[in-house]
């Protein structure tokens, strides 16, 4: 069993370009969520999604992020347009399924730098 | 709305020292609460979690923590720290309603000194 998988680590992008941010979930397991680490801060949540549907974004910005989880292949967390202030971790957890998060799971994350 | 508060942004200690990490938590009918760590540069690890039953509970490296309702906290202690367990430390509880999302304190950093 591989973990949760995020790629990439590290993502390196100018202001005004788009960052796309993957995770795989662990084997059997149908939930993911995506937190943000600000720097020197603890972890926000950001949206909670099963496959091809979205739970819970209550903590999405409204504008320039979203997020997907399709049917086959990896979740993505996507920022258009990105600005300095995305600078962060971006973290995303699975679990087996609703209100299981009991057994949630985090990646390593990704870093993602604006410059 | 549910929260975590970790009074302590830092704590050092010397080696072999004991050390308790503070964690308070906004009442609620049922909480289940965490104590994540996050190693530099790494993802966060599960260290122990308070579902229900005994209110003490044990991470396999020392480290415990008692689930105390009437003071609403969850401090994370250790009898004796490593060097090793220099690292980032945080608390978090499940937030309100049925989407189960983790609510985070701000972390405290440990560091031991040898």
């Known amino acids: 069993n591989a973990g949760v998988m995020q790629n990439p680590r590290h993502l390196v992008r100018r202001r005004g370009q788009e960052a796309r941010l993957r995770c795989s979930p662990m084997k059997g397991h149908s939930h993911v969520y995506w937190y943000r680490q600000l720097p020197e801060e603890g972890l926000k949540f950001m949206v909670y999604?099963?496959?091809?549907?979205?739970?819970?974004e209550s903590g999405m910005p409204k504008e320039r992020f979203s997020a997907e989880f399709p049917k086959e292949g990896p979740s993505i967390l996507r920022i258009q347009q990105v600005v300095r202030g995305d600078s962060a971790a971006y973290f995303c957890?699975?679990?087996?399924?609703?209100?299981?998060?009991?057994?949630?799971?985090f990646g390593q994350g990704t870093r993602l730098t604006v410059v | 709305a549910q929260s975590v508060t970790q009074l302590d942004s830092q704590v050092p200690v010397f080696e072999e020292a004991p050390v308790e990490l503070r964690c308070n938590y906004s009442?609620?009918?049922?909480?289940?609460l965490f104590w994540y760590v996050q190693y530099p540069n790494q993802g966060l690890q599960l260290l122990l979690k308070?579902?229900?039953?005994?209110?003490l509970v044990e991470s396999i490296n020392g480290f415990e923590a008692e689930f105390n309702k009437s003071q609403t906290s969850f401090h994370l202690r250790k009898p004796s720290v490593h060097i090793s367990d220099t690292a980032e430390y945080f608390c978090?509880?499940?937030?309100?309603?049925?989407?189960?999302?983790?609510?985070f304190g701000t972390g405290t950093r440990l560091q031991v000194f040898p």
């Open positions: 999604l099963q496959k091809e549907n979205i739970i819970d």
């Open positions: 308070y579902l229900s039953g005994s209110t």
């Open positions: 957890a699975s679990s087996p399924g609703q209100g299981l998060s009991t057994e949630a799971f």
């Open positions: 978090a509880v499940i937030g309100p309603g049925n989407t189960d999302k983790l609510i």
């Open positions: 009442s609620s009918v049922s909480v289940y």
